[in-house]
C-alpha cells in the first residue's frame, strides 16, 4: 500500500472542526496570542503555513509498523513560534498513535526558525493547532 501523508492549513482545519488552542496550559500564556490575532502572521522561510506544510511533506516518514497495521488519522499538534522565530512547546492535543504522535512531534519540533508574528509593531509569540494527517491508500 502507499503511504499518503496530508497536511491541512490553520484556516482550512479552523472551517472543518473547531478545537481551541489550549493556552491555559502554556508557559507565559500572557504574552502568547492565538494565531489570529497577530496583525502580521509569522512566516515560515518566507512563506505562510502552507510553505510550512509543503516542508513537513518532505521531512515526515510514514512508520513502517503502521503502515503494517494500517494504522491512520489526524494528530492535532500545537506549538508556539516564539517572538524570536522559534518553535516552542510542541505537544500532541489529540494522537492518533504512539508511531503517527511521535513522527508528527519530531517533524515539528525540528522546523527551522520562522519570522515572528508581529502585533502593535513588536514581535509576539503566537500558538499554532496544527492538524497531521496520516491517511494509507
Known amino acids: 500500500s502507499v503511504a499518503i501523508l496530508t497536511l491541512f492549513s490553520i484556516s482550512s ?27 502580521i502572521k509569522p512566516k515560515f522561510q518566507g512563506g505562510d503555513e502552507s510553505t510550512f506544510m509543503k516542508w513537513m511533506s518532505t521531512q515526515l516518514v510514514y512508520p513502517e509498523q503502521a503502515k503494517k497495521d494500517t494504522i491512520q488519522g489526524k494528530v492535532i499538534a500545537q506549538f508556539i513560534v516564539s517572538e ?38 513588536k514581535p509576539v509569540k503566537v500558538v499554532y493547532t496544527f492538524p497531521v494527517v496520516f491517511k494509507l491508500r
Open 13 to 39: 482545519f479552523s472551517k472543518g472542526e473547531t478545537l481551541l488552542a489550549d493556552i491555559t496550559q502554556l508557559q507565559d500564556t500572557s504574552k502568547t496570542l492565538s494565531f489570529e490575532k497577530a496583525d
Open 84 to 121: 524570536k522565530g522559534k518553535v516552542e512547546n510542541v505537544k500532541i492535543l489529540r494522537g492518533v498513535s504512539d508511531l503517527l504522535d511521535k513522527e508528527a512531534y519530531r517533524v515539528i519540533s525540528q522546523s527551522p526558525q520562522w519570522e515572528p508574528a508581529i502585533k502593535d509593531g
